[in-house]
């Protein structure tokens, strides 16, 4: 069976076993593990014979079949039922995880790399976890290829990782986000697993799933995830629901949410139906959700969504004329919700500009150079700075204001804080 016929095949599958209108009762938290966990519960000392399946996957494949890994998830069977799956999959999660602009990513089971380049075309450096070293080969002619399609030049990055997540030395707290996309059921081991996520998420990283469920007893599927095992010997592992919450909870992450899936587009009829009706996915019938790792504040500068806002005061203010250097003394009151943080590996830490004209017209001018932080400042502190700027020359006699800028996001005056005049001594 080649490989896109497979992946109709597991669609059509999901798709069967998650419709189902027999009704399921919800869940409940517990500290106690749920009965059932995986539909593997006792493999993984296995470990090392599926991490060599999936090194061999593409070796063992047909020519046919390989080149489709290049064109995945592209569909051409009626309806494309694979196509969309796949898409509404990964876009419904990215949209859910809310990730910061231009975030670092941790994807982990990248195969062929098509999630890596729209990761890639969002703005976004990604760190892609793989074991496979020919499956890494094709994602890197993709990424390669998407670089010059959409004109992305060096940056963002993207680096591969030919390693299982169990025993990747990534850094920790380097993430804004972990990634898995029809990924979660490879990984061997769920405990080493998901606990290097929640190592590599920086604090109120955001941990994202998209996946099919186990539902005990649904042989139709699980006669499906014992095929793919016997012909590949790769693991077909999926989660209950139950488990993976309990498991998620165990680590130490928060605010596990899971979604309703409801995609395309609805006749006039179905106006009056609820979200539950017209769903593909149930909560409980599939692992889409996000959780979080927490962190020391509610809200921070890397959550764009959230109330920010600044009292900005200039005390003092100085120019020497003959060097252009502009001397300034500085209070900075935090009076919205979002912690301003002093630094950040990609965007959301905050800086002070001096600034001259309207933001993005051609005539705004900037002083040389923006000021970082001292530390991290919590919604109702204040704090007291002594800054230096270089101004352009011929520039003196303009109309300067000081404003704050939450570095690759936005303006803090654009938001609705009062960038104040400077007045020169």
Avoid at 63 to 73: C, G, H, T, V
Wanted: charged share 25%.
């Amino acid at each position: 069976m080649s490989t896109l016929e497979r992946a109709r095949r597991w669609a059509a599958a999901t798709r069967q076993a998650l419709r189902r209108t027999v009704p399921r009762r919800r869940f409940a938290a517990s500290g106690e593990p749920p009965r059932h966990r995986r539909y593997l519960s006792d493999q993984p000392e296995r470990m090392e014979a599926y991490l060599r399946a999936a090194r061999e996957y593409v070796a063992r494949l047909a020519d046919e079949n390989r080149a489709w890994l290049y064109r995945k998830p592209f569909d051409v069977s009626t309806g494309h039922p694979a196509f969309f799956d796949e898409m509404y999959g990964i876009m419904n999660l990215l949209r859910a995880m809310a990730i910061t602009p231009r975030g670092r990513v941790l994807e982990v089971g990248s195969g062929p790399g098509w999630v890596t380049e729209i990761l890639l075309a969002l703005g976004y450096d990604v760190d892609a976890v793989e074991p496979s070293a020919d499956m890494i080969a094709i994602a890197r002619e993709r990424v390669d290829d998407a670089r010059r399609h959409y004109h992305l030049g060096g940056s963002p990055r993207a680096e591969f990782h030919a390693e299982p997540l169990e025993t990747c030395p990534l850094p920790g707290d380097s993430f804004d986000a972990v990634v898995f996309h029809a990924a979660l059921h490879h990984v061997v081991d769920e405990e080493k697993g998901l606990s290097q996520c929640f190592r590599l998420l920086r604090p109120g990283g955001v941990l994202g799933v998209s996946e099919g469920a186990w539902v005990p007893g649904d042989r139709y599927w699980e006669e499906k995830l014992d095929a793919e095992m016997r012909q590949f010997g790769t693991l077909e592992n999926p989660f209950t629901a139950e488990y993976l919450d309990f498991l998620l909870r165990r680590l130490g992450f928060i605010d596990i949410r899971r979604y309703y899936a409801i995609n395309g587009l609805f006749p006039v009829e179905m106006g009056d139906s609820s979200i539950a009706k017209a769903a593909a996915y149930r909560p409980w019938d599939g692992n889409n959700l996000t959780a979080r790792k927490p962190a020391p504040y509610a809200a921070t500068t890397l959550d764009p969504g959230a109330r920010t806002e600044a009292k900005i005061e200039v005390l003092e203010s100085a120019l020497d004329r003959a060097s252009g250097i502009a001397r300034l003394k500085v209070r900075l009151v935090n009076r919205g919700d979002t912690a301003w943080l002093a630094e950040s590996r990609g965007a959301g830490w905050v800086s002070i500009a001096l600034r001259r004209g309207e933001l993005g017209s051609p005539e705004c001018l900037e002083g040389a150079s923006r000021h970082r932080l001292p530390r991290t400042l919590p919604p109702g502190e204040e704090v007291v700075m002594d800054l230096t700027f270089q101004l352009p020359a011929d520039s003196f006699d303009g109309a300067w204001c000081l404003d704050l800028v939450n570095e690759e996001v936005f303006w803090f005056s654009s938001r609705g804080t009062r960038a104040p005049a400077v007045h020169w001594d």
